[in-house]
């Protein structure tokens, strides 16, 4: 019954997780969350049973209107890796002899930050003389996806701060079958809220999603379909233009909607976005869907929480006969328990990282890495 440590810290989130990788015999054991205080959890039997002792996340949060930079974050995960490690290590209650390995995020991501958690992962594996996993990031949403809602070869969009990928299995790899051919769905959803200086606690994301729900008056913004690609940075600039135009509205001088006379909101704002990036990703998977014949499609990553991209989403897959999975915050937002899951998959095939080969990189295709342990 092997068990593994993941840390992952590609942003602002350092994430430290422990799962165990049980025989079918195995009775469940505790889920231990930073956020919740669940019963046990067993993933569905079409993905590997996974068992989760622990999932500790914790944020970096920067003032409303700016960013988090990557120096700010790094010395932010150097201050919270060893608490988060040692209280993982005691939910899930285990001896460091039943580790089988230590799993790190190797990337994609942001370099300092990425580099103080392989440090960290670096040091663990040489004081307790654990083999190492380095983890691609994207590798390890996916993974996790699989494994917590039991779909078995769905269509993955994988949308994040810092990725939108469509993703297909085909021969060992994650195909990628569309992506942003600038910045990320999440990061223009990010920046936007820099405008107009929403709070970044919890996520800036998150709280648009809540203005969301109260906008009415939807507002023309560029459509920037590419084929299987797609462009926000055009879409991001018309919108902080919007933005900037509702910031000099008064009551002698008012922004009205032509169709409804009504005001014009930051809520209506908000909203606007979100229907515009998230029609333009259901179109890319829709047409990722018919041409590999898939009737599912899993939503990974941090935007993934979004439920109007779910709702959105699940009328495209009903009307195709499909279906949609996707997870809660546990799960979508960066955590330490799938960078465990996807590096004990890959350390049961025999995989390792040298210790003078574990680096990280900014850059790392999700592509790239061998799927062996999928048939």
């Known amino acids: 019954m092997p068990i ?46 996974v068992q989760i002792l622990a999932n500790l996340r ?24 060893v608490r988060l490690t040692k209280q993982a290590l005691k939910q899930a209650r285990i001896q460091l002899e039943d580790v089988d390995c230590i799993c790190y995020t190797k990337g994609p991501g942001m ?54 990928q469509v993703i297909a299995y085909s021969a060992q790899r994650y195909r990628i079958f569309g992506e942003a051919l600038d910045i990320a769905v999440g990061n223009c959803l990010d920046r936007f809220a820099r405008v107009l200086n929403i709070s970044n606690d919890p996520a800036p994301g998150y709280n648009i999603e ?35 135009r509702l910031t000099t509205t008064t009551s002698t001088n008012p922004w009205l909607d032509p169709d409804t006379g009504l005001d014009i909101t930051k809520s209506d704002l908000c909203f606007t976005l979100q229907e515009t990036v998230f029609a333009m990703l259901v179109e890319i998977t829709e047409r990722a869907m018919a041409h590999v014949g898939a009737q599912q499609v899993l939503i990974v990553g941090g935007v993934g929480c979004n439920e109007r991209l779910q709702q959105m989403m699940g009328i495209m897959a009903s009307e195709r006969g499909g279906s949609v999975y996707a997870t809660d915050e546990r799960f979508c937002i960066d955590n330490g328990i799938m960078i465990a899951h996807a590096g004990l998959l890959a350390h049961g095939k025999g995989f390792e990282t040298k210790l003078e080969e574990s680096t990280f990189t900014q850059r790392f295709r999700t592509d790239e890495v061998l799927v062996n342990w999928r048939d």
């Not at 560029?222 to 919108?239: E, N, Q, T």
């Open 4 to 49: 593994a440590i993941g840390l992952e810290g590609s942003a602002n989130k350092l994430g430290v997780g422990i799962i165990l990788h049980p025989s079918s015999s195995t009775p469940s054991s505790p889920h231990d969350s930073a956020h919740s205080e669940d019963e046990a959890f067993t993933s569905k039997p079409t993905s590997p049973p």
């Open 58 to 81: 914790h944020t970096f949060v920067s003032p409303p209107g700016t960013g988090f930079l990557p120096k700010d974050t790094a010395a932010h995960h150097r201050r919270w890796v």
């Open 111 to 164: 370099g300092a930050p990425l580099g103080a958690v392989a440090i960290a992962a670096r040091t663990l594996s040489q004081l307790w003389d654990k083999p190492l996993i380095g983890v691609n990031h994207c590798v390890g949403h996916i993974e996790m996806g699989r494994a917590i809602t039991g779909a078995e070869n769905p269509v993955v969009l994988y949308v994040s701060g810092g990725n939108t």
């Open 210 to 244: 809540q203005l969301a729900k109260d906008g009415k008056c939807l507002l023309e913004l560029p459509y920037a379909v590419k084929g299987m690609d797609v462009s926000f940075s055009g879409i991001l600039a018309r919108v902080e233009e919007l933005a900037r």
